[in-house]
């Protein structure tokens, strides 16, 4: 095992466990790794980031991101498709950022993690536009996987729209995409007899609404008034 407390720049690859039947781990708990490809020979292999910085272009093996923030163009200076040939573990207490300055991902206008293995996300998530002004429908597939994924996410940061533009995140742990959306309208203001249904997360009561009075408000939202199937609630 290797471990890293101060800058270390190579202008090669960095290769991990060269031989047959040999174990190679790399861990970085300081400084700065700067090198263009992280490779691995005929063994097995695994790097651990803790802390430090992470400047690489590929890894191809297993990236454990235990703690520390993971930017992967910020050694292109540009938008990167990274890839990580195995699985990619990203720490309760580590964050990855990804910049995003267009939709074209063949353009490469947006960073992209692209993973061999399994994907784990169990940290913060940092989304960042870059000279970037948003509009309805776009979306961005922000990670792509070969095996099974877990999106336990402790925060998901994005940057803030103005209504009635809003981020869409349900199909992250599917596709690996987000979306902005715009808010709809309501097609049945100021009807009466329209069924409704209205949710109280507070109380846990559940109303079906056969005599429904919807009114705008002034600041785009709308009031309810409904009467209960239970008689003891109004």
């Known amino acids: 095992s290797v471990i890293q407390k101060s800058d270390v720049k190579i202008e090669g690859s960095l290769k991990l466990a060269q031989y047959s039947g040999s174990t190679g781990t790399y861990k970085l708990e300081g400084g700065t790794l700067d090198v263009p490809i992280i490779s691995v020979g005929e063994g097995d292999a695994q790097f651990i980031w803790k802390s430090g910085t992470l400047l690489t272009n590929r890894i191809e093996t297993t990236l454990f991101q235990e703690t520390s923030m993971f930017n992967p163009g910020q050694k292109a200076e540009d938008y990167v498709a990274f890839d990580i040939k195995g699985d990619y573990i990203l720490g309760k207490e580590a964050e990855l950022v990804l910049d995003l300055a267009g939709v074209s991902e063949n353009a490469g206008e947006y960073d992209q993690i692209r993973v061999s293995g399994n994907l784990q996300l169990l940290g913060d998530l940092r989304v960042v536009f870059k000279n970037h002004t948003p509009t309805e429908n776009e979306s961005w597939q922000l990670f792509k996987w070969d095996g099974a994924i877990k999106n336990d996410l402790k925060n998901i940061i994005l940057p803030t729209l103005t209504r009635p533009l ?67 609630n109004s």
Not at 174 to 201: P, Y
Not at 215 to 226: E, R
């Open 166 to 232: 809003y981020w869409d995140t349900t199909q992250l742990d599917k596709t690996g995409h987000i979306q902005i959306k715009k808010e709809g309208t309501l097609a049945i203001l100021g009807k009466v007899g329209v069924e409704s249904q209205v949710n109280t997360t507070t109380e846990n009561h559940q109303y079906t609404n056969t005599k429904s009075s919807i009114t705008p408000l002034t600041d785009s939202t709308f009031l309810v008034v409904w009467e209960s199937k239970d008689s003891s």
